[in-house]
């Protein structure tokens, strides 16, 4: 059996692991994907024309591939050195496009570049407390830049730091917890505003068919 986790970076190396031996297939980079229905929701779009882009939580990187694919200059920051170093196989040679190991808020606090477009897809944002990230991510915007994110649509009730269960987690509380800050749509929205967001719009799409859990989508230019 695989040593189980011993801080918060070692449970995000085990997150999507390959299946079997030998080399895995990169991810499919078709479409940018907000939600976690393939073809639902507004894709790329969203984030205008930007030349410079960064992603926070960039996991697989399929995203960060997809905007480098079509001109965009991006990074893909992850906690996980185990992930970081797998994107950066995957997607070897994808011009404009470099992967980064480290922690969300070290690095925009350790950066002095700006960018046209800041996004996370069910990363960073998700697992970070915003009263520390919020700001950074606001300071390393370029001037009508735009920030945009996804995660989960939250429970009713759940709102704030909700420990994460799950494999390696559960029964672990002492040893180890997995943080993901849930705010309903109208809480995001003024957090990003005390933040220094303008135009800040934050609400909930709706699974396909109204059949299963919505995808939380907030934007700020």
């Known amino acids: 059996m695989p040593r189980a986790p011993q801080t918060p970076a070692e449970y995000w190396d085990t997150y999507k692991p390959g299946r079997g031996g030998g080399a895995q297939p990169r991810p499919d980079v078709g479409r940018f994907e907000w939600t976690q229905y393939p073809g639902h929701g507004p894709g790329a779009g969203l984030l205008g024309s930007p030349r410079r882009a960064l992603d926070l939580g960039a996991g697989e990187g399929r995203e960060a591939a997809y905007l480098a694919g079509r001109g965009v200059r991006v990074t893909g ?69 735009v920030f945009a994110f996804s995660q989960a649509e939250p429970v009713p009730g759940a709102y704030g730091p909700q420990a994460m269960g799950g494999k390696w987690l559960e029964g672990r509380e002492r040893e180890l917890t ?30 396909p068919g109204g059949e299963g859990p919505g995808t939380l989508l907030a934007v700020a230019r």
């Open 77 to 145: 920051v992850d906690f996980s050195a185990v992930q970081a170093a797998r994107a950066r196989v995957w997607w070897e040679g994808v011009p404009g496009l470099d992967f980064v190991h480290g922690e969300v808020c070290s690095f925009l606090a350790g950066s002095t570049e700006t960018y046209d477009a800041i996004y996370s897809v069910w990363g960073a944002v998700w697992f970070t407390d915003p009263d520390q990230l919020l700001p950074l991510v606001a300071a390393r915007l370029a001037p009508g830049g």
């Open 178 to 207: 997995v943080s993901r800050w849930q705010y309903p749509s109208e809480a995001w929205v003024g957090r990003l505003k005390r933040a220094g967001f303008g135009h800040v719009d934050a609400r909930v799409l709706p699974a």
